[in-house]
């Protein structure tokens, strides 16, 4: 069983910054990502990253904005939520799962999931 420890979050103005962190008590060969949902809608995927190497998945609204980096060291990941928009008002969840080899997908089914952290943008 993989649990997920996420922190950050919180409220931010409309252009600002937020980093949210997650921690993985494992984390070897495993798609790190974030999803969000906010309120009324469905959740979607923001980003993935595979632990063992490679470059990050981006969903589209949230290309060029944000940055989802690892910590190998920490079995850390990180997303870093730059030129916020209201828009990106949501609960955001921290997810995982094994991966042998990448890359990772944002469309996979995860497995593990953290308890979700809000973010609230203000106009």
């Known amino acids: 069983q993989v649990q997920l420890m996420e922190s950050g979050g919180g409220s931010v103005q409309a252009g600002g910054s937020l980093r949210l962190s997650c921690k993985a008590s494992q984390y070897q060969r495993k798609c790190m990502a974030w999803f969000r949902q906010a309120a009324g809608k469905e959740r979607e995927a923001v980003a993935t990253i595979y632990t063992m190497g490679g470059v990050p998945v981006y969903a589209d609204p949230v290309k060029d904005r944000f940055t989802l980096s690892r910590d190998n060291s920490e079995n850390t990941v990180y997303l870093d939520l730059n030129n916020v928009k209201p828009e990106d008002t949501a609960t955001y969840y921290c997810?995982?799962?094994?991966?042998?080899?990448?890359?990772?997908?944002?469309?996979?089914?995860?497995?593990?999931w953290g308890q979700g952290t809000q973010v609230t943008v203000s106009s």
């Open positions: 997810a995982a799962m094994e991966m042998m080899w990448g890359p990772c997908l944002l469309g996979a089914e995860y497995t593990y």
